[in-house]
């Protein structure tokens, strides 16, 4: 998934990465040509302080402008509690990454309205809302810069302690510190290279940096290997405590985590509840849960991990 910024601006706003998959001299390209999709309002409405991160989505429909007649979204509505950690799964193109794009005000809804902390979002300042929200993509663009320096974009003033201190809670510290640069080390094709689990560390490394109330979370599809999984996994875990969370679900683990699923089907919520409700209720939820985690009927009594 892709999250289209519509502007440059935007992308360095939310440090909204860009996709290794397709090409990212290809996006950067396209967020050039693009017009920008939302006007900041002349007099925006103040975001509530402190901020309490609670998301709203009433009757929501959408339709890229590139193809007007899809409807990609055809009224969505959920709403999501301070701290509250939910899930959105479903099939490929359900709408999962555009109900990102909508919060992040890539793009404006056709109908109904979106609200964050009770502010309707076309009403606020762009870059205030943005301010509010952590972006960990699931193809991690990493810069050809120090390793310290990749850390410190998701809030470009901390100090280089406030950048260890994250590092170390997103488990990066370690195999940071055995480089032979540190910190100080330079990533890409002079450098070092980094490892799939150890650029999605960087990423939540960034997050916690970033230390905002709202976590939209795109979990990668591609496996790691069995350790790096585990440092990921953990690292999510603390990056998630204390802040409101929505993640595109792709891992057991991550769903069991999570106070609440709901399910996509054709930019609709068709199904909402637990893991265990939704798997007793034997609907797609079920029957998606029993081809991606790949585990049979058991899968109502599976325990969390221990590293969890
Ligand atoms: P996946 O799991 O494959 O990432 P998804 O559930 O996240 O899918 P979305 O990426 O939200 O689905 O896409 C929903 C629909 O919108 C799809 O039909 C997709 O082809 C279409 N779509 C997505 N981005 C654009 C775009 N920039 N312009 C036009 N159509 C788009």
Redesign the pocket.
């Given at each position: 998934?892709v999250f289209?910024a519509s502007s440059l601006s935007q992308l360095s706003e939310v440090w909204s990465e860009l996709s290794q998959a397709s090409g990212a001299a290809e996006r950067i390209a396209e967020i050039f040509d693009e017009q920008p999709a939302v006007k900041p309002p002349a007099h925006p409405l103040p975001l509530p302080e402190p901020p309490r991160g609670e998301v709203g989505f009433v009757a929501v429909r959408f339709a890229?402008p590139?193809?007007p007649d899809?409807k990609?979204l055809d009224g969505v509505t959920f709403t999501i509690k301070p701290g509250e950690k939910v899930a959105i799964v479903?099939p490929?193109?359900?709408?999962?990454?555009?109900i990102f794009s909508l919060l992040l005000r890539f793009y404006d809804p056709a109908g109904g309205v979106i609200r964050f902390d009770g502010v309707p979002i076309n009403e606020a300042d762009p870059k205030a809302l943005r301010s509010r929200i952590a972006l960990v993509p699931q193809d991690v663009v990493v810069f050809g810069m120090s390793v310290a320096d990749n850390i410190r974009y998701g809030r470009p003033e901390a100090t280089d302690a406030e950048v260890m201190e994250a590092a170390k809670l997103a488990f990066a510290d370690e195999f940071i510190t055995r480089m032979p640069g540190g910190y100080g080390s330079l990533i890409g094709e002079r450098g070092v290279t980094l490892s799939g689990g150890q650029r999605q560390r960087i990423a939540i490394a960034r997050a916690i940096l970033r230390d905002a109330p709202l976590l939209l979370l795109d979990e990668a599809t591609s496996a790691l290997d069995a350790e790096s999984e585990t440092m990921v996994q953990r690292a999510l875990s603390r990056l998630m405590e204390g802040r409101t969370t929505l993640v595109?679900a792709h891992r057991l683990a991550t769903v069991l985590t999570c106070d609440r699923i709901l399910v996509?089907d054709e930019g609709r919520v068709v199904e909402e509840g637990t893991h265990a409700s939704l798997v007793a209720a034997g609907g797609l939820y079920a029957r998606l849960a029993d081809l991606q985690f790949n585990q049979g009927p058991a899968l109502a009594q599976v325990s969390l991990p221990a590293a969890l």
């Open positions: 998934a289209a890229y590139a193809s899809v990609v479903g490929s193109g359900a709408g999962k990454s555009t595109i996509m």
